[in-house]
């Protein structure tokens, strides 16, 4: 693709996403919703961060103010999480502040690359540099050392995503935060080759584990060990808040502040597993989880009727309809919608969004009954000698991973069908949004164990490598591919990338990934994947049924 002179070779470039035009990549418009200006300036955002990253490796000096700021800066550039150019602007001119700041440290002749050296003078150099070729992700003109730097970009994107919930809840991890900074710099060295790169992106996984782990860590020691919970999916008479995406310092903190107020709230989406953790069961006024997948909000927010906190992601550019009623916070924005700022203790006032709600109706029943979930690895790790008796026993035959993200192409029906189509011995686990492909369907239990156990939010795939591990033991099994389970893996967005390179690292092979392969691999990439790892891609439901199930190649 020829590029001329300074000019980006599309309007812009990203095949982040499972969902991205043609699986090639977007170049007009995001089909996430983003404008083009709102990429590129993503974009640049990355290459400052990276720039930053450089000097920190260079001067081998940080804080925890850098930290902070790259892991927001990565997770602000995750799919569906910031639509808003000028909160992107501003944090583009946030970290050459730190980068600048961080230079006086260095040698004066020390020769450095552009994103170490960039400083605009106002607003329009950002946004020429934004639109320029050497931001966009098809600088780097060799495909396999661009689907590497890729791939290893987002499951630091992911890990970001993580260690900024942690960070949240006042956990931190220095071996992490020096492991983003080294991979995003190495990024940017061409004197690596391949192979080395191929072993940063198993790095990557390691640390996508430990991150997970310290996320894990965080969650339960401040809100308990999530319990088996039954959760209502009617409504209630009042008025009510509807919260979505995964933080649950602010789950914990509408609830403390709506407390007695006569406004109940509801979860939506990934916040879901916020009920199967103890701390949050004494609200009274905590009702149930309302709608599904995140993909779903443009009819499922019209009808809520109050307000909708976005904690995270995941926004579709809203309908007028609830467009006033929509709040974000943290890392999240969108144009026009109103931001909830935390201050310098993360305490935030929710007070506008609860008196708002007193004067909306309450929401419209979309179904009623209940679901249940909570089998996180501690929950499971409880019942082991119930599973492991009823796999001894013959009753389960089989456990099978239907973990990831959910997403609005029809390919998707794939994981309700297949859902549907597996023995009557088989046990799906489960989290993060994949879940809604299947949770709500009536697929009985084994021996008193539900065939669908849900662990929690996509971090919580962790608790998912936790139990085979552990299973590993019990069985006493050399290899944890030798276990009775299959992975049959749906992803979206670039926290999927991360649990994905996570697995890879644990040891896991023949994972089974789809709707499609990431665009963002090459062939050769691919085959790299495939070789080493049994890497493949979903087929026809008969099809992957006999080979997930039955062992049929």
């Not at 690596?192 to 997970?212: F, I, P, Q, R, Y």
């Not at 926004?315 to 007028?320: E, L, R, S």
């Not at 996180?376 to 019942?383: K, P, R």
């Not at 030798?482 to 697995?503: G, M, R, S, T």
Request: proline residues 4%.
């Amino acid at each position: 693709m020829e590029c001329n002179q300074n000019t980006r070779p599309t309007k812009m470039f990203c095949y982040q996403c499972q969902e991205t035009a043609k699986n090639t990549g977007c170049t007009i418009v995001g089909v996430c919703g983003k404008k083009d200006n709102v990429a590129n300036l993503q974009d640049l955002l990355i290459y400052v961060i990276k720039g930053l990253a450089y000097i920190c490796e260079k001067t081998g000096k940080s804080n925890g103010e850098i930290d902070r700021y790259i892991v927001d800066g990565l997770f602000t550039t995750i799919t569906n999480v910031n639509f808003d150019d000028n909160d992107i602007m501003e944090r583009i001119k946030r970290g050459i502040e730190l980068r600048e700041n961080l230079k006086k440290e260095l040698s004066q002749d020390m020769e450095l690359p552009d994103p170490a050296t960039w400083v605009p003078e106002n607003d329009e150099d950002i946004i020429a540099k934004a639109n320029s070729k050497e931001v966009s992700i098809l600088s780097t003109e060799n495909e396999d050392i661009r689907s590497l730097r890729e791939l290893i970009t987002y499951g630091v994107k992911g890990i970001g995503a993580y260690m900024h919930h942690a960070m949240v809840l006042g956990y931190s991890d220095e071996k992490v935060h020096k492991f983003i900074k080294k991979a995003l710099a190495s990024t940017m060295d061409d004197s690596l080759s391949a192979d080395e790169l191929t072993a940063l992106v198993l790095e990557t996984g390691k640390n996508a584990v430990d991150t997970m782990a310290l996320l894990d860590r965080a969650h339960t020691e401040i809100y308990g060990h999530p319990e088996i919970t039954e959760v209502n999916i009617g409504v209630g008479n009042n008025p009510g808040i509807l919260i979505s995406g995964h933080d649950l310092k602010d789950i914990e903190q509408l609830l403390e502040q709506s407390r007695d107020t006569g406004v109940d709230v509801y979860t939506h989406s990934e916040m879901l597993p916020a009920h199967y953790y103890p701390a949050f069961k004494k609200y009274p006024h905590f009702i149930g989880n309302y709608g599904g997948s995140w993909y779903k909000q443009r009819e499922e927010f019209e009808a809520f009727n109050g307000p909708i906190v976005m904690t995270t992601n995941c926004i579709v550019p809203p309908k007028d309809s609830y467009k006033d009623r929509l709040y974000t916070t943290g890392c999240a924005a969108y144009p026009g919608l109103k931001r909830i700022p935390e201050d310098e203790n993360g305490n935030k006032d929710f007070s506008e969004v609860i008196e708002h709600a007193k004067k909306c109706a309450p929401p419209k029943e979309l179904e009623n009954g209940k679901i249940i979930g909570g089998f996180a690895h501690n929950q499971v790790l409880a019942l082991a000698d119930k599973v492991v008796e009823s796999v001894k026993s013959g009753a389960i035959k089989k456990f099978v991973v239907m973990a990831g993200c959910d997403g609005r192409h029809k390919s998707r029906e794939y994981y309700t069908e297949f859902a549907k189509a597996l023995p009557k011995d088989t046990v799906i686990l489960t989290a993060g949004c994949a879940k809604y492909r299947y949770i709500k369907l009536d697929l009985g239990d084994i021996d008193g164990i539900p065939r669908v156990l849900d662990a929690g939010q996509c971090n919580d795939c962790y608790s998912l490598a936790v139990i085979a591990l552990k299973l590993k033991e019990v069985f006493g099994l050399e290899d944890i591919n030798d276990l009775p389970i299959a992975y049959n893996v749906a992803w979206y967005e670039q926290k999927a990338v991360a649990v994905l390179l996570a697995l890879l690292y644990l040891g896991v092979k023949d994972i089974v990934l789809g709707p499609t392969l990431p665009a963002f691999l090459s062939p050769n990439v691919a085959k790299v994947l495939v070789e080493n790892f049994g890497i493949g891609v979903i087929s026809t439901v008969e099809e992957d049924i006999k080979k997930l199930i039955y062992d049929e190649k």
